[in-house]
């Protein structure tokens, strides 16, 4: 897939997400914890019709969808429009124990935007720029290459 593609299906979705409170995790249901983090990227998953992730955002790493290609962050490399990046707990508590996910919107090697929810806690859908201090890797749905 090419990168003017990826950009219009990533668009789409944040212009239909942005500014909802989503209470729903994609294709599994309703969340019982209400709006989480883990809400947007299942609803990602929904969206490009792949499976979805089960459990919190610190289990998105250890336990990938089958559709997703897993990619440390490194130096050199940054996510691309539609990835799903993957926060560890932070030790300033910033990212709390469950960890955090969002879905990159872009990115540069130094910083990206990012299709987030509950971070700061309880906020809706938003564009939310983030630095890579807790991000152990990305995600990306192997449909979008």
Request: aromatic residues 8%; hydrophobic residues 35%.
């Amino acid at each position: 897939m090419n990168g003017n593609q990826r950009e219009k299906i990533v668009s789409r979705f944040v212009d239909r997400w942005d500014g909802i409170r989503l209470t729903r995790n994609g294709n599994l249901g309703p969340n019982p914890n209400g709006a989480q983090c883990v809400n947007v990227a299942n609803q990602w998953c929904a969206h490009l019709d792949i499976e979805p992730f089960y459990g919190n955002a610190d289990t998105f790493w250890t336990d990938p969808s089958p559709d997703c290609q897993k990619i440390a962050n490194v130096p050199g490399n940054a996510p691309h429009r539609g990835d799903i990046v993957v926060f560890d707990p932070t030790p300033d508590g910033l990212i709390g124990p469950a960890g955090h996910v969002d879905v990159c919107i872009w990115a540069t090697l130094s910083d990206f935007l990012g299709l987030d929810q509950n971070y700061p806690d309880g906020t809706a859908i938003h564009q939310q720029s983030h630095i890579y201090d807790g991000v152990v890797g990305w995600l990306r749905p192997k449909c979008l290459i």
